[in-house]
């Protein structure tokens, strides 16, 4: 025992027993922070996979969204197509023309009465300027309202009609 003791007294000894004894406590502490590691590591891969599902789920109903849409706008061009064939064929149609020339001279003879003198001019700048009013009143909101409503019709207004008969 007395071995032991003069070893122990030496400061060698207690140099290394302190060195050991440090070294013992690093390396502990590199155990616990290696094993903290490797615990965040996989809770970050973990993290990383549910974000990488969570995209791709967002993914595809983004596609899906965007399928549905591009459909309905590929149909709705498709009735847009079928429908200005629709108009262009209705306007074709025997009798249209006729309708529509019937209002221009109606127009051009409501003007005509209000500019008698100088029939033969009057008359051409009348009808032209009732054409030009009918083909502005063909599209839009103007013959919308002129349907719906029945103003708008180039028929004269009835006081003028029977103050220029007498």
């Given at each position: 025992?007395?071995?032991?003791?003069?070893?122990?007294?030496?400061?060698?000894?207690?140099?290394?027993?302190?060195?050991?004894?440090?070294?013992?406590?690093?390396?502990?502490?590199?155990?616990s922070a290696r094993r903290n590691?490797?615990r965040e590591i996989a809770r970050?891969?973990?993290?990383?996979?549910?974000?990488?599902?969570?995209?791709?789920?967002?993914?595809?109903?983004?596609?899906?969204?965007?399928?549905?849409?591009?459909?309905?706008?590929?149909?709705?061009?498709?009735?847009?197509?079928?429908?200005?064939?629709?108009?262009?064929?209705?306007?074709?149609?025997?009798?249209?023309?006729?309708?529509?020339?019937?209002?221009?001279?109606?127009?051009?003879?409501?003007?005509?009465?209000?500019?008698?003198?100088?029939?033969?001019?009057?008359?051409?700048?009348?009808?032209r300027k009732a054409e030009a009013?009918?083909?502005?009143?063909?599209?839009?909101?103007?013959?919308?309202?002129?349907?719906?409503?029945?103003?708008?019709?180039?028929?004269?207004?009835?006081?003028?009609?029977?103050?220029?008969?007498?």
């Amino acid at each position: 025992m007395d071995v032991v003791l003069d070893i122990i007294k030496q400061p060698f000894v207690w140099g290394l027993a302190l060195g050991l004894l440090v070294a013992a406590f690093i390396w502990k502490s590199s155990l616990s922070a290696r094993r903290n590691l490797k615990r965040e590591i996989a809770r970050l891969q973990d993290e990383g996979r549910d974000l990488q599902s969570h995209l791709n789920t967002q993914l595809k109903l983004n596609a899906k969204g965007t399928d549905e849409i591009q459909k309905e706008v590929d149909d709705l061009k498709a009735r847009n197509e079928t429908l200005r064939i629709n108009l262009a064929a209705a306007q074709q149609k025997p009798g249209r023309a006729e309708v529509r020339q019937l209002h221009v001279i109606e127009a051009a003879v409501s003007a005509m009465r209000e500019q008698a003198p100088g029939f033969a001019p009057a008359w051409e700048q009348a009808l032209r300027k009732a054409e030009a009013d009918y083909e502005a009143g063909e599209g839009g909101l103007r013959r919308l309202v002129r349907k719906v409503t029945g103003i708008g019709t180039t028929a004269a207004p009835s006081g003028e009609d029977d103050n220029d008969e007498v």
